[in-house]
């Protein structure tokens, strides 16, 4: 029997129990944090994305068991060098690990952590199903299987989790879309530098364009709620894969830039020609609070929502 340390609820889909009934006795967990005594979590993201979780943890001695986790999870080393010893399938890699030193562990690898030296980490985990459901529509349809990497260093992928990391700590300002799209990134990134897979070719196909005009016309509707890439994936009849590539072939742009603006371009309307108040005007295009909304028009526009206002009065 699997043994599972963490007590929060979650629903296990096919690809997650396939790994856990692997697990053949080793510890198996949601994360780091479910196995390190008195974890320091600097923050996670929780479930403000779907399909991708990423959080940062200070680390100041740690020894873990073996375990293994329900999902994928890339580890960036964040902060001053330490000396880590990470074990894989029963093999250890023991180095001075600096920023940018990536750890690649799929759910099925059995690892365990070693280090006394204090340091930081960002842990991105990946589900199954969503690195599943990328191999099977950029791939031949064969079954995949990532391979473990104790350390590797990929320009690429380290930007993917920096980029990650500063979202979160901008309190999510670009929206959800923009983590789950980031996810995607991943997904498809880790496939093509042969983590069990030569290539990833995308499929040939587009989007109809009664498809599009739905899509668009939902988030032109929706922009006071949280838009997600699921959800939008469901309208179009596409997976979320090809939606995201397909969409951006259609526009110029990936889905979370094109809602981007288009808030941007409904708050500005609004300020132009309406007399709400502009914590009103950030709810009707989808943030949730004035801090978040002035955050995005500042970087985005370079000006806050009240001068860009002043300016047409």
């Known amino acids: 029997m699997v043994k ?3 007590m929060r609820e979650f629903r296990l889909t096919p ?5 856990m009934n692997a697990c053949k006795g080793a510890v198996c967990v949601h994360g780091p944090r479910d196995v390190i005594p008195n974890p320091n979590v600097l923050w996670s993201s929780g479930t403000t994305w779907h399909g991708i979780r990423a959080e ?3 680390v100041e001695k740690i020894e873990t068991p073996e375990f293994q986790t329900v999902d994928h999870s890339v580890v960036l080393h964040l902060s001053i060098p330490a000396l880590v010893e990470l074990k894989t399938d029963g093999r250890w890699d023991t180095r001075k690990r600096v920023p940018g030193d990536l750890a690649i562990l799929p759910a099925s690898t059995v690892r365990q952590a070693r280090s006394r030296d204090p340091h930081e980490v960002l842990v991105v ?4 199903d969503v690195v599943a459901q990328t191999a099977l529509e950029t791939g031949d349809g064969t079954p995949v299987e990532l391979i473990p990497r104790p350390y590797h260093r990929d320009a690429q992928l380290e930007h993917i989790c920096w980029a990650l990391k500063a979202e979160a700590e901008s309190k999510y300002v670009s929206g959800p879309l923009y983590g789950e799209s980031l996810g995607l990134a991943l997904c498809v990134h880790l496939l093509r530098q042969r983590f069990g897979k030569d290539s990833c070719v995308a499929r040939k196909g587009g989007i109809a364009p009664r498809a599009l005009h739905r899509v668009i016309d939902y988030i032109e509707s929706n922009l006071d709620s949280p838009l997600r890439m699921a959800s939008l994936a469901e309208i179009s009849g596409l997976s979320q894969y090809r939606f995201a590539h397909n969409f951006k072939s259609a526009t110029g742009v990936p889905p979370y830039r094109y809602v981007l ?3 941007l371009d409904r708050a500005k309307q609004m300020l132009r020609k309406t007399n709400l108040s502009v914590l009103d005007i950030a709810y009707a295009v989808g943030c949730q609070s004035i801090s978040r909304f002035n955050s995005l028009f500042r970087r985005e526009l370079g000006t806050t929502p009240s001068h860009y206002r ?3 009065r």
């Open 4 to 6: 599972l340390v963490t």
């Open 15 to 19: 690809a997650t129990e396939t790994t």
């Open 56 to 58: 940062a943890y200070r």
């Open 125 to 128: 985990t990946v589900s199954q």
């Open 261 to 263: 603006r288009t808030r």
């Open 310 to 312: 002043a300016s047409f």
